[in-house]
């Protein structure tokens, strides 16, 4: 017993693992699995099925048996469907044998970008509220996160200014998420004009998470990396999950200059090997054929976005109208809660779950998300029941 203790009592666990908190959204939905007829407006996954032809693509390949390895850079045909696609809706061109890379969800492609370009001690900013994974990809890599606050008076948009006084001698990324997940929040072309003319100045390396990108309602813009001076020092990253409903085929991808493929391809090949061939050949027939399916997904969802805006507003949470993704982000400090407490509540007395605004930073702490990826039907009805638990708290 002794012995054991002390072998339980060594470090273990590396430093900059045991201090990172689990994701505050999943914390919170351990709660709701706990019970029954809950209203979700909590993950972020679209309720609609994956087209039919992207099935039937996946279903068709497992009959044929090509169900083996791929390049580790995944197959060639859908690296040249990515390029022609990021090349037409982007604006900027990408060579499919040495400049694109396939992986398991987006999530792998920020992780493998980060350990490959990160030296212990580099700094990394990133804006919150933000994708809960930022920071503790961050620190994964050995990175040191810095925080660049954005706020509801800017409709959550990154003010460049603001961008510039974070950076240090130290500083070697910026991390873009625009559409942003939770708030919805996008940047207009004068922002990226500038932000790239920052990144220029300073010599930074720019992610850029595209992920809602084709869920934009309003200005669409051609991403960052297609700015003067910025193909070069940009990672490009993009995926399927959300605009072609693809969440558990686990497909994403970068794009970028090759010496950054490169790299990102050597801890692929290591730790991953190759993403799912079933699902790269599904993925492959997204790009070919189901851009109507996409379009239609997106008409819904801007439909319900202004449904939810408006009666959010009407029972007294104040919520900007978002210009992208399937999120808003409606304060409810008016209520005199905070947001776990609002969260917790709404959970417990009317069973409709949302996010508090917290797991995504401290300066989300007075708002809450919510996913409008759910029916018409249920997005009314949980903000009836939203407008009671005000009233009756």
């Not at 920020?110 to 620190?139: F, K, M, Q, T, W």
Request: charged share 25%; net charge neutral; proline share 5%.
């Amino acid at each position: 017993m002794n012995d054991l203790k002390s072998v339980r009592n060594k470090n273990r666990i590396a430093d900059n693992i045991k201090d990172i908190p689990k994701s505050g959204i999943r914390d919170f939905f351990e709660l709701v699995n706990t019970m029954k007829d809950v209203i979700s407006l909590g993950i972020g996954e679209p309720d609609f099925t994956t087209p039919w032809t992207i099935r039937e693509a996946a279903i068709y390949s497992i009959e044929k048996g090509m169900t083996s390895y791929t390049s580790n850079l995944g197959i060639m045909s859908l690296r040249k469907e990515i390029c022609k696609y990021v090349d037409k809706y982007y604006g900027v061109s990408y060579k499919p044998e040495n400049e694109c890379i396939i992986t398991v969800g987006v999530s792998e492609a920020l992780d493998l970008i980060l350990r490959a370009v990160i030296n212990p001690g580099d700094e990394v900013i990133y804006h919150e509220p933000c994708y809960v994974s930022y920071r503790a990809e961050i620190l994964m890599a050995r990175g040191v996160p810095v925080v660049l606050n954005t706020y509801e008076k800017n409709d959550f948009s990154l003010d460049p200014d603001e961008l510039e006084k974070k950076i240090t001698p130290k500083t070697k990324l910026l991390i873009l998420n625009f559409p942003c997940n939770p708030t919805g929040a996008t940047l207009s072309q004068e922002q990226r004009e500038r932000i790239a003319e920052i990144a220029v100045k300073h010599d930074l390396l720019v992610i850029t998470d595209e992920i809602y990108s084709e869920l934009t309602y309003e200005n669409r813009q051609p991403t960052i990396a297609s700015l003067p001076g910025m193909r070069d020092r940009t990672i490009f990253l993009h995926g399927f999950s959300k605009a072609f409903a693809m969440t558990g085929f686990r497909i994403g991808y970068a794009c970028g200059p090759d010496d950054f493929i490169d790299a990102m391809m050597k801890i692929h090949q290591y730790s991953m090997l190759c993403a799912p061939t079933t699902a790269q050949i599904a993925a492959e027939e997204a790009l070919k054929n189901c851009m109507k399916d996409m379009e239609s997904m997106r008409t819904e969802y801007m439909q319900r976005r202004n449904v939810i805006v408006k009666h959010l507003n009407e029972i007294g949470l104040k919520c900007y109208k978002p210009k992208g993704s399937f999120y808003v982000f409606p304060r409810i400090s008016d209520t005199g809660m905070t947001s776990m407490e609002f969260a917790q509540g709404l959970l417990k007395k009317h069973n409709v779950a949302v996010v508090p605004g917290t797991a995504f930073g401290a300066c989300g702490e007075g708002f809450v998300r919510c996913s409008y990826a759910s029916s018409m039907e249920n997005i009314v009805e949980a903000v009836k029941r939203m407008e009671l638990f005000i009233k009756k708290s």
